[in-house]
């Protein structure tokens, strides 16, 4: 299986809009892609699986806490396999696991306005961020914050997949302790 290892370029004006805020260059690129991918879909929002599938198509640290090909190349399946009719039943409805409450649409009829779930993982990952005193949130600060919601679509997904979002959150964990280590050699 072979990715993508280039850094991507980050969409211009994605640093301007307040999706990108408080966010890395990749993960602003990453904002942008499931953005594009909830409006291909035909759905009203960016939910927490727009952003997985955007989040592993991108970012190869994303990819290695996620487990080994086997277990990749199933969630990668689950995920395209969303968008040519696994996900119709979540089409037209909005993410929401109680986490934040639903906000309506608004009067534009723009497609990608985020879901509460959606919402809730990208405050989290600039939360991370912060809190280890970085400018912009990580491929790993954005994962984490996609598992701390169990309800969430992410969630689901990387469950059906054989990925245990209790065994996600410890490898991220792990991994950030190793940086934190590292940084104190």
């Known amino acids: 299986m072979h ?14 809009h ?19 991918r909830a409006v291909r879909d035909g759905d009203r929002h960016v939910d927490t699986a727009h952003l997985l599938h955007s989040l592993l198509e991108q970012d190869p640290e994303a990819r290695s806490l996620v487990g080994g090909p086997p277990q ?6 689950y995920l395209v396999q969303r968008s040519i009719g696994y996900g119709l ?25 985020w879901s509460p779930a959606a919402a809730a993982a990208l405050t989290h990952a600039r939360e991370r961020a912060r ?10 600060d954005l994962l984490a914050g996609l598992v701390a919601d169990p ?3 992410a969630v689901e997904v990387l469950e059906r997949a ?8 410890a490898r991220i964990e792990a991994r950030a302790g190793e940086f934190v280590q590292d940084a104190s050699c």
Do not use: I, K, Y
């Not at 979540?90 to 306005?113: H, N």
């Not at 054989?162 to 959150?169: D, N, P």
């Open 3 to 16: 990715f993508r290892t280039a850094r991507p370029t980050v969409p211009e004006g994605a640093h301007s």
């Open 131 to 140: 809190r280890r005193g970085e400018r912009g949130a990580t491929g790993s």
């Open 72 to 77: 990749l190349a199933r969630l990668l399946g």
């Open 162 to 169: 054989g990925v245990h979002a209790h065994e996600l959150t």
């Open 151 to 153: 309800a969430s679509r």
């Open 18 to 36: 307040p999706d990108a805020a408080g966010l890395g260059a990749e993960l602003a690129a990453v904002v942008a892609g499931a953005r594009r």
């Open 89 to 113: 039943r979540w089409q037209g409805s909005v993410e929401d696991s109680g986490a934040l409450p639903v906000v309506p649409r608004p009067a534009t009829g723009e497609a990608g306005d």
